[in-house]
């Protein structure tokens, strides 16, 4: 973190749902190109968390920061505009439309392409080529022209995360990505993540600590919507308090 | 022969057939349903364009169509602006605002809210069309409206009108079709299927449905005028809650989501209600029988139909239709 540049700030963070508080005082800061993990029981309120600074969800107190500026009010599509993509626990993809249109839109959301009405897309070449060359880093490109709901549950993970590049962020926020997947499946979506480039900074949410181990360099511990560790992945498989809220599984 | 070539080649058929119709002896009469289901079927895509393509169910169309037809009847007797091209622009951009000031009411809201706040923004605008009577003349409606020249062509016989009209639903459905095949129009299913992915995408989801809203409601407009020239009498029943219900009615008979099915959805409607009426006093209650069959056995409305008996007729199994 030293020396590089802030990319995502939380400070003192807090959302309440009525009486029930589901974050509190949550801060941390990640730098440009770092790889980390949060980690936590469920209900911890990791998902909350990542609404949050995906400003789906406003918060009740504190503020977000990206590259230094204050995004805290900022609303959900600015904030995809400015670098910052996610995905989501539960695939979510455009189930009856094709694979191929599935990654256009992702990759024509900055384009004033998304404006264009009066030309069909089958004109726009290009783009179609740029979205089959992402397809095929994922071996999906013979499939494009099917439906994205005739895809197999690990292929649309694939494409769940795809979507997300193919928007070229900064910041890759990835929720259970491995979620629901078989041991094989997993591997794959790790071999993904390991193949981005080095100046994207990602945060990742997950439960299969093989994924996460392999994946990030540090890691953040909630419970109970609060940060109690925070460091490399060495420091918290050592710390005696995250082993107890694990309720002594080992790391 | 790929089906898009098919379906290019029955168009084109369709097209010749309607073409040649009111020279083969058709009686006036058919002549004048079939310029009505013309007319309805553009409002009907129209309505398409925000049901089965951005996933908004609106049921404010009537109010956009109605004013339209109000436009021309103002525009002719209030400032004797009469000529045709003049009067359709006239009527589409009064549309158009009317739906840039119900996007920003309705769109505050989606799912079944949205359709709550459309019923109620149809009825104040019915009501405006009922009660204001120094503008709308009232229950009476302004009667006194004649179908102007287009151009060199004299288009105040019924069978002129008829052309004027299958030459608008053909521009209308021409331009629709480019449209929900544009980016844009990906855009617009993105908005339909999963707007929360599109936010995260980065796209402002309730701009694209306002613009949505917007675009739909110049077609509405344009069939409004056209209506309004067609009865040569404009009163509040055509932007009654009733008659948006009944364009909703088109949409599902001929199938959300394909706009060239509206065309059947309007023809049935057109033909039924005015067959059926000449029948029987119960003609409603049948009409509402034949909804329910169509909804019930061909859910994905009466074009579905067409490549199924097809395929039926050469013992083939049907196609899976990709929307």
């Given at each position: 973190m030293s020396g590089a540049a802030s990319c995502l700030a939380l400070d003192g963070v807090s959302k309440r749902f009525g009486s029930l508080s589901v974050l509190e005082e949550v801060s941390f800061v990640i730098g440009q190109g770092e790889r980390c993990g949060i980690i936590g029981p469920n209900g911890a309120g990791k998902s909350t968390l990542f609404n949050i600074i995906a400003g789906e969800l406003p918060l009740t107190r504190g503020a977000v920061r990206f590259f230094g500026g204050n995004i805290t009010r900022m609303p959900a599509h600015a904030r995809a505009r400015a670098g910052l993509a996610r995905t989501f626990q539960t695939t979510t993809l455009f189930p009856k439309l094709s694979v191929i249109e599935n990654i256009v839109l992702a990759l024509q959301a900055h384009s004033a392409e998304r404006f264009h009405l009066l030309a069909p897309r089958s004109r726009y070449h290009s783009r179609d080529r740029e979205a089959r060359a992402l397809l095929d880093r994922v071996g999906l490109a013979s499939r494009s022209n099917e439906l994205v709901d005739a895809l197999g549950y690990g292929e649309k993970r694939q494409v769940e995360i795809l979507l997300a590049i193919a928007q070229k962020p900064k910041l890759l926020l990835l929720d259970e990505?491995?979620?629901?997947?078989a041991p094989g499946d997993a591997s794959l979506v790790t071999e993904m993540l390991k193949r981005e480039r080095g100046d994207i900074t990602i945060v990742l949410i997950e439960h299969d600590m093989g994924v996460v181990f392999d994946v990030v360099e540090r890691l953040i511990v909630l419970h109970h919507g609060r940060v109690v560790a925070d460091g490399t992945v060495e420091a918290i498989r050592g710390d005696d308090n995250v082993q107890e809220i694990y309720l002594g599984g080992k790391l | 022969m790929t089906l898009q070539r098919r379906w290019l080649i029955a168009a084109g058929a369709g097209f010749i057939v309607a073409l040649v119709l009111p020279r083969v002896g058709v009686p006036t009469f058919y002549i004048s349903l079939l310029t009505q289901a013309w007319i309805y079927a553009i409002v009907a895509m129209s309505l398409d364009l925000l049901v089965g393509f951005t996933g908004l169910v609106n049921f404010s169309q009537a109010a956009l169509f109605g004013v339209g037809a109000y436009a021309v009847a103002i525009a002719a007797t209030r400032y004797h602006v009469v000529d045709f091209f003049p009067v359709v622009c006239i009527g589409i951009i009064a549309a158009v605002v009317t739906a840039a000031i119900f996007g920003l009411v309705a769109l505050r809201s989606e799912g079944v809210g949205f359709i709550i706040i459309t019923i109620a923004l149809n009825e104040i605008v019915w009501g405006l069309a009922y009660q204001w009577v120094s503008v709308s003349?009232?229950?009476n409606g302004i009667t006194g409206i004649v179908r102007p020249p287009v151009g060199p062509f004299d288009v105040s016989a019924n069978t002129g009108y008829y052309y004027v009209c299958l030459a608008f639903f053909v521009i209308s459905l021409i331009l629709l079709s480019i449209i929900v095949r544009s980016p844009f129009g990906l855009v617009l299913k993105g908005v339909r299927e999963t707007p929360r992915r599109m936010r995260a995408l980065g796209y402002n989801v309730w701009l694209y449905r306002y613009f949505a809203m917007m675009i739909s409601a110049g077609f509405a407009g344009l069939a409004g005028v056209l209506f309004a020239w067609y009865n040569q009498f404009v009163g509040p029943t055509s932007l009654s809650l009733d008659q948006s219900t009944q364009i909703l009615i088109m949409v599902i008979l001929g199938g959300i989501g394909t706009l060239y099915g509206q065309l059947f959805g309007a023809l049935v409607v057109v033909f039924l209600s005015n067959e059926l009426s000449a029948v029987t006093q119960r003609w409603e209650m049948v009409l509402g029988v034949v909804y329910f069959v169509v909804v019930m056995y061909a859910p994905g409305g009466l074009v579905v139909l067409v490549p199924r008996l097809w395929a039926r007729l050469r013992g083939l199994r049907p196609a899976v239709e990709r929307t």
């Open positions: 990505p491995t979620a629901g997947l | 003349g009232g229950d």
